[in-house]
């Protein structure tokens, strides 16, 4: 999850937090131009309802009504203790905007457990997308940094873009919701069915000559059921991660194997030391069955040949997971004895990625050499030379996802250290309550004149009806402003969009990504209004806090 902020010169909450206690500054932004006077500036007064200048003018001899003052808004203007119940006013910035990107959703801290194990997905989510980090825990070797585990609040220049809420996670044909888990077959797992179908036929064509081209039936046959105990390697990490009551997005059958999407890190060392070893414990069981079944029929027929070559199968899958490195399960492992002695998840998954770096390049240099020695049972006569040139090609393969996965379990881990330094209360912007009818122009010189940079508007009790979105300023011309009331501008506050001062880190970005949104109206725990959160600001503070050294 390797984050980079936008371009521009965005103001992030936290320089606005800081702004509270500076005192009043020079008036910037939409907010400035709203207060500046002019023979061009032609504005209602304030409280009256806006009207537009090309209306036709109203008839002299019909008296009409001076249309009253609304009531003033619940408690003064602008006016909300900073977190040190300061109350000094900042710089106001109703229109600041920021350019977007992704954070983490998706963002995902996990466990692997393949050959390619699991690399944790990026993933703040994001505060939206999010977001959450999300434990991956694969099969064979397969390690991603991307998936939708990740992204941001951020969108195009100039423009935040909401966190965004996983709808229903793709990925591929659903194929079932065992325990209530989505499994996905990717597009990439035709392929490899189609090159195990081919492979496997070849060397069914040496075995058992007299099959002649129902051998590649026979084959297909054989890829699917090895995919089907891969399913059930996966299957056990998610019966697991359920039982400590850990939520698993999906999971996916794919080319290297198969990833089961763990949202949640385990709590402890023992918890993260079970989560890890099940797969391959699944799979060494396996290998055991399909021993005892290849016992129970002839050798040297379609059966024989099929349980034999799915008792390798699963035995290379699960000593391959047992290799102490991340992103592979024995990393994992590795990571919960080290988290144990140390009592730092840091110091393992450092120690672990380390390991799982070494085993990268073990497996870039080791696999072709012992190819070659013929050490893997093949003989020098049966060696050719695009064996060679496909074992060294697998080999770098599997050592990029080795190292990558090894990466992005260190980036993941410094991800879960930062997310507490995301809190709700000193992100959020101050806020003026303004009206329904109250003009733009209005409502931005009273956000400059006490320092705020959102606006809520309320009905006459001081309810909280609306946010005004800061998009939504920014496409009104200046002109236009004296005529346009703000309640055209804003968005319904919805029971999602209410957000506690108290929250931070990941309970905060798990209510973003639950309700997207570029702003939020954040409150006390008695009800009051402290202010209005950006989804912008949020991911300049998750990038800040990223770029930091752990």
């Keep these: 999850m390797d984050e980079s902020g936008g371009s521009g010169q965005p103001r992030s909450g936290t320089d606005e937090a800081t702004g509270r206690h500076e005192g009043p500054q020079a008036p910037a932004g939409p907010a400035a131009d709203a207060t500046r006077s002019g023979p ?9 309802a806006p009207t537009d200048p090309d209306a036709p003018a109203p008839d002299p001899a019909r008296p009409h ?12 203007p602008g006016h909300r203790p900073g977190p040190d119940g300061d109350s000094s006013a900042g710089t106001a910035r109703p229109a600041d905007t920021a350019p977007g990107h992704g954070t983490p959703e998706e963002a995902s801290a996990g466990a ?19 977001t959450d980090p999300s434990a991956h825990h694969r099969t064979l070797a397969h390690s991603g940094t991307g998936g939708d585990g990740g992204t941001g609040v951020g969108g195009g220049p100039g423009r935040p873009k909401p966190p965004r809420r996983g709808r229903e996670p793709g990925g591929g044909l659903l194929m079932g919701r065992p325990f209530g888990v989505p499994v996905y077959v990717a597009p990439s797992w035709f392929l490899v069915a189609a090159l195990i179908t081919w492979v496997f036929g070849g060397q069914l064509d040496r ?4 099959l002649g081209a129902l051998r590649y039936l026979v084959s297909l046959f054989f890829a699917v059921a090895f995919y089907a105990s891969v399913l059930v390697h996966e299957l056990a990490h998610t019966v697991a991660a359920l039982r400590f009551k850990l939520p698993v997005r999906r999971i996916q059958l794919q080319f ?6 763990i949202e949640k890190e385990a709590e402890t060392p023992g918890r993260e030391f079970v989560l890890a070893f099940v797969g391959p414990l699944l799979s060494l069981v396996l290998s055991g069955l399909f021993y005892l079944a290849m016992l129970a029929v002839e050798p040297g027929t379609v059966p024989g040949v099929l349980l034999a070559g799915l008792m390798i199968s699963n035995l290379i899958v699960a000593a391959f997971n047992l290799l102490p490195g991340l992103p592979l399960d024995g990393g994992r492992m590795l990571r919960a004895v080290v988290w144990k002695i140390t009592g730092r998840p840091m110091s393992g998954t450092v120690a672990a990625a380390w390991v799982g770096r070494a085993l990268a390049v073990s497996v870039l240099i080791g696999l072709p050499l012992l190819t070659q020695s013929g050490a893997l049972g093949e003989t020098q006569d049966n060696i050719g030379g695009m064996d060679t040139v496909t074992d060294a090609l697998l080999a770098a393969i599997l050592a990029a996802i080795i190292w990558t996965g090894a990466g992005n379990s260190l980036r993941m881990a410094r991800l879960r250290e930062h997310l507490p330094e995301l809190r709700a209360r000193s992100l959020t912007r101050r806020a003026v309550p303004v009206e329904t009818s109250t003009p733009l122009s209005e409502a931005l010189r009273r956000a400059n004149d006490a320092g705020a940079r959102a606006l809520v508007v309320v009905d006459s009790d001081g309810e909280p009806l609306s946010l005004v979105r800061e998009a939504a300023i920014v496409g009104v011309p200046e002109h ?3 005529w346009v009331a703000v309640s055209g501008l804003a968005q319904d506050i919805t029971d999602g969009m209410r957000v506690s ?4 880190g990941e309970p905060l970005l798990d209510v973003l990504r639950a309700t997207p949104a570029t702003e939020y109206l954040v409150v006390e725990e008695s009800g009051e209004i402290y202010g209005v959160l950006s989804a912008a600001d949020v991911e300049r503070a998750f990038v800040k806090a990223m770029a930091r050294p752990s």
Excluded at 207 to 210: H, Q, T
Excluded at 501 to 504: G, I, P, T
């Design 480 to 482: 236009r402003r004296p």
């Design 256 to 261: 290297f194997g198969g990833v089961s999407e």
């Design 207 to 210: 075995v058992l000559p007299e």
């Design 112 to 130: 692997g457990t393949g050959p390619g194990a699991a690399s944790p997905q990026p993933a703040p989510g994001r505060p939206g997308t999010g």
């Design 501 to 504: 001062a108290e929250l931070a």
């Design 40 to 48: 061009d500036r032609h504005e209602p007064p304030a409280g009256q």
């Design 65 to 76: 009504p001076e249309p009253p003052a609304g009531p003033a808004p619940h408690g003064a």
